[in-house]
């Protein structure tokens, strides 16, 4: 009989974790341009994606605690399966209706990234860390590579590829249940229990008096980059375009599938730097991937009004990587600092609060490409480029 050792069994089930909890946010951003047209701006899909996310990050701090982690999970599962169904079954012209199925699966991958970044705390953080980040890499790569195959490739309909997509959360149950081994409570870990129950009655202002600390390290630099990577991936993105026959028919058969390729190289970006963790690779100077990020959005910017300086889409392609790349560094090395930094008593809150930053940050990037995308489009019309127009 073939034994696996418990640490194997802990990053295996983070991993699962991290793959299943984020594969749904990246398929429907991936396919964005799929639900809503060209004719709308794909940030009302990129807000429904995130602000119920945020809603449930922001909240949680305060009341999550007094849920068990088994009702977490199959509250996840319900509300992302069911979310799923309704944006594959809607008609094509309901707008509406697939927004509430983007909203409910949102609600579910905000509950889940805040609760298995706690759930780490119970294991040792080299592993469960490690599994997790690496599965929201890896759902971004192999979420957005299968939408591309799916629908590129293969074919098919995009309400068959969705519904595929909708039978992947019971996953969670088969990690949680049957491969994730029993966390073992030290003394500390149920010191910190009794702490927090012995805090009730003041509640309120604890919570925000534990928030206050993870600003300015780690809540800031992470937000700022998360805005500048969303403004590129949902604002800009769609804009930068080529003349359909100066690229590989292979690939591109429409401006649409320019979008779907931007998508899956920045996250091809993302799943190598989220997985660089298990290397020993590490970047403590937060705020230079901040920096970096945001003259990532100066050179696209650049290139989707003047149509320079890369007259080519190679090298933009590579651009996105480096951009993905960037975004993941900082996802990370972020949350290796928290842990690495913050008490262990206060680990497991620190955690989850930290989470919030990345959501807010594309919440904002979503508020400007509102205006963003529409704007650069018509600058482009203007000057005798009307791509942008086509879906």
């Known amino acids: ?51 119920p996310s945020l809603m449930i990050k922001v909240s949680a701090p305060f009341f999550i605690h007094k849920i068990a982690y088994q009702v977490r999970v199959w509250g996840l599962v319900l509300l992302s399966t069911v979310g799923m169904l309704i944006i594959s079954f809607s008609p094509q012209a309901s707008i509406s209706a697939k927004i509430l199925g983007i909203c409910m699966a949102s609600l579910a991958s905000g509950m889940g990234e805040v609760s298995f970044l706690q759930l780490t705390h119970f294991y040792q953080e080299k592993y469960s860390i490690g599994g997790f980040l690496s599965g929201t890499g890896g759902a971004g790569l192999m979420g957005s590579f299968i939408y591309l195959i799916f629908t590129n490739v293969i074919g098919l309909k995009i309400w068959i590829s969705l519904l595929i997509f909708s039978l992947l959360p019971f996953g969670f149950v088969i990690s949680f249940y049957l491969i994730l081994p029993t966390p073992t409570l030290t003394d500390e870990l149920i010191s910190y229990q009794q702490l927090n129950d012995e805090q009730d009655s003041n509640h309120f202002w604890n919570t925000l008096n534990k928030i206050k600390p993870l600003i300015k390290p780690y809540m800031f630099p992470l937000c700022t980059v998360y805005i500048s990577e969303y403004v590129i991936n949902q604002g800009i993105s769609p804009t930068l375009l080529y003349p359909l026959e100066d690229l590989p028919n292979w690939l591109f058969s429409s401006y649409r599938d320019i979008y779907v390729v931007y998508g899956f190289l920045y996250q091809l970006g993302v799943f190598i730097s989220r997985s660089s963790i298990n290397f020993g690779l590490r970047f403590r100077q937060l705020y230079w991937l901040t920096l970096l990020q945001f003259l990532n959005v100066l050179l696209t910017l650049h290139q989707s009004i003047y149509n320079t300086p890369f007259t080519s ?79």
């Open 313 to 391: 889409i190679w090298p933009l392609l590579c651009l996105i990587l480096y951009e993905g790349l960037l975004g993941g560094f900082s996802y990370v090395n972020t949350f290796m600092s928290v842990s690495e930094d913050v008490p262990k008593l206060k680990r497991e809150f620190s955690m989850g609060c930290v989470g919030i930053s990345d959501s807010f940050g594309v919440m904002m990037a979503g508020c400007i490409n509102f205006w963003l995308e529409s704007k650069l489009c018509s600058i482009q019309v203007e000057n005798g480029r009307d791509w942008c127009l086509n879906g």
């Open 1 to 51: 009989m073939l034994i696996i050792p418990e640490t194997r069994l802990i990053f295996i089930s983070f991993f699962i974790f991290g793959l299943l909890n984020n594969i749904l946010y990246v398929v429907i951003l991936s396919a964005a341009i799929d639900l809503v047209g060209s004719s709308t701006p794909k940030a009302i899909v990129l807000l429904a994606d995130i602000i």
